[in-house]
């Protein structure tokens, strides 16, 4: 590059830091700013008078929705963001979405202030009485069994390694949350030249063993009733049709568990369901394809010495503390990489057509028998008062087949996924497995920042929208021009919660309380808010009902508030 045209350098590491995002492909900066941040609000000033390239800076007013923003950005583009928060306090406030982001390996860089150390001497040093307060010997204790990597940034001249570093980790599978922390005397100190290239490069995606594999499809071609089971073999959408691809083939019943992606067109002839219970007594053979929790063992399981082929970035999950799931032969593979070999193994293999038939037959048999309950379940939620949550889910995706454009339902766990009834890769994304509440509607915002022409809309329990800090996110959305549509199915407490309680005690005393009272102890929220008007605050336009005859005509309204009007809506509808 000449002279000419070489671009102004740096005024400080904090310009840099946001500089280099920029150059290695991150598009947003998600900001709940502090007094950390000085040397941060002075580089987005400059680069909005001189014209030099950083991430879009987004002021977000809580950590958790920036946090979640970030995640939900991450799943639309397939690259990570950058989230910086305030020093200790905002590290504790972005931890419950950290723990959700690491769970389900969400590459994310979460940085957050260090209180300046230095009590007088420079124009950094502290100048607040909170700075004495919020200094910690181990601020990135906080976070540590969350994230990969962490580390706080020592000196300006380490910045383009420990950056560089950083973004390599967070995108190597297993990806996942990192974490840097930035003393604001650092971010004021002269920048260092970073390269055009970036130091490191995350680490490439690894090759099934073609021997592994050929066992396996040998054993698939063998089985009577094989059954593969995934939670989120979606997540890398080109993986959705070969999936699809080797049940056609192989007449192979495919069960998305606690799913978190379309992994499996609803409407395929092979898909299972959403319950691995059913299919476990018969099966011979299960295929366990990037799925932390395949079943309950302690209410249905395998019989014992069904082969367990488990296949995944990560197929042991290393970092759950406990799980006992067998693993006969364990394939630490992307399940795009592994399905891809899979099908070539099978090109090799001339299977038993008339077994592969019966397979097919069996499936297809139960499969109708499961579609036929079902309907009979929205029938009957659809004529009482409150409405079910399967009818509620069911006039959802009436309506958004509806919608000319496209769609994508964000669910935090209330929508029913088999009553949606979704074909398409990248249109359903449900929550982590670790389930930290709050998640859904951020994550949704990001969608939408993400895919600014498509209809997002984020299905939440009444728990899940007041764990969300709702104002705070349609305060965001207001800022940032970014109309979702909420639905908030209130079944008017933790349902969760209830559900547990009976089934461990089902003739105790809560249950008693339950039937005398109409609800146990913890557990109801009455009275509720009028989560219509909370949105009202903030511009959006909300709507309430807890009539299903109501419900097409409502989302149909809600849906042109949002894609033709630009307003931010929700449709509370009251549910059991």
């Known amino acids: 590059m000449n002279e000419e045209a070489r671009p102004v350098r740096p005024h400080n590491a904090g310009e840099q830091f946001l500089r280099q995002l920029a150059a290695r492909g991150v598009s947003w900066f998600f900001a709940n700013s502090g007094t950390d941040f000085p040397s941060l609000v002075e580089a987005i000033a400059r680069a909005s008078a001189e014209g030099f390239k950083i991430p879009r800076p987004l002021l977000v007013p809580h950590e958790n929705v920036a946090v979640g923003m970030a995640y939900g950005a991450t799943l639309a583009t397939g690259e990570p963001q950058a989230v910086m928060v305030h020093v200790n306090v905002g590290t504790a406030n972005a931890l419950c979405g950290l723990i959700n982001a690491s769970r389900e390996q969400v590459p994310m860089l979460l940085a957050a202030g260090r209180t300046p150390w230095m009590e007088t001497g420079v124009a950094a040093s502290r100048s607040m009485n909170i700075h004495w307060a919020q200094e910690m010997f181990d601020q990135a204790g906080i976070v540590r069994e969350h994230v990969k990597w962490d580390y706080e940034l020592r000196a300006a001249a380490q910045l383009p390694d420990v950056l560089d570093r950083a973004l390599a980790l967070a995108r190597s599978d297993p990806p996942g949350p990192v ?39 040998a054993a698939l071609a063998r089985a009577r009733n094989p059954l593969v ?42 898909h ?22 395949p079943w309950i063992p302690a209410q249905s399981r395998p019989q014992p010495g069904v082969p367990v082929f488990q296949v995944g970035h990560d197929p042991l999950f290393a970092r759950y503390p406990m799980r006992g799931f067998a693993s006969d032969e364990t394939i630490p593979v992307g399940p ?65 087949r509806r919608h000319a454009g496209p769609s994508v339902v964000v669910n935090e766990y209330s929508l029913i996924p ?61 800022m940032h021009d970014l109309p979702v549509l909420t639905v908030v199915l209130d079944n008017g407490g933790y349902g ?28 109801s929220l009455e009275p509720q808010p009028r989560f219509d008007r909370v949105i009202e605050a903030c511009g959006g336009v909300g709507f309430r009902t807890e009539q299903y005859e109501e419900l097409p005509a409502t989302f149909d309204q809600a849906i042109r508030e949002v894609m033709v009007n630009r307003r931010q809506a929700l449709v509370h509808v009251r549910c059991r």
């Open 418 to 478: 088999a009553a949606l009834r979704m074909d398409e890769p990248g249109t359903f994304f449900g929550p982590s497995p670790v389930g930290g509440l709050g998640w859904g509607l951020p994550a949704a915002l990001g969608m939408k920042l993400a895919r600014p022409e498509t209809l997002v809309v984020a299905g939440l329990g009444d728990g899940c929208y007041s764990f969300a800090n709702p104002v705070a996110c349609h305060h965001t959305a207001a």
């Open 179 to 217: 974490y840097l922390s930035l003393s604001r005397e650092v971010l004021d100190q002269p920048a260092p030249d970073f390269a055009e290239d970036p130091l490191q490069r995350p680490a490439g995606k690894v090759e099934p063993d073609p021997r592994v594999v050929e066992r396996v499809a």
């Open 496 to 523: 969760a919660v209830d559900r547990a309680t009976e089934a461990m005690y089902p003739d105790g005393q809560a249950m008693l309380d339950r039937q005398v009272r109409g609800a146990m102890p913890l557990v």
């Open 229 to 270: 089971i995934t939670s989120r073999c979606g997540r890398v959408p080109a993986a959705v049709p070969l999936l699809a691809d080797c049940a056609t083939r192989w007449a192979l019943p495919v069960v998305e568990y606690r799913s978190r992606y379309v992994s499996m067109p609803a409407s395929h002839p092979m």
């Open 336 to 400: 795009r990489e592994f399905l891809l070999a899979l099908q070539r193994a099978m090109r090799e293999i001339q299977p038993d057509r008339a077994l592969i038939e019966a397979r097919r037959e069996r499936v297809i048999v139960r499969n109708e028998a499961r579609r036929h309950a079902l309907r009979k379940q929205i029938e009957a939620g659809q004529a009482s008062t409150p409405i079910s949550m399967a009818a509620v889910s069911h006039a959802l995706g009436e309506a958004l």
């Open 272 to 293: 299972a369901g959403y319950e691995s219970a059913p299919w476990l007594a018969e099966a011979d053979l299960i295929l366990v394809l990037d799925c932390d929790v």
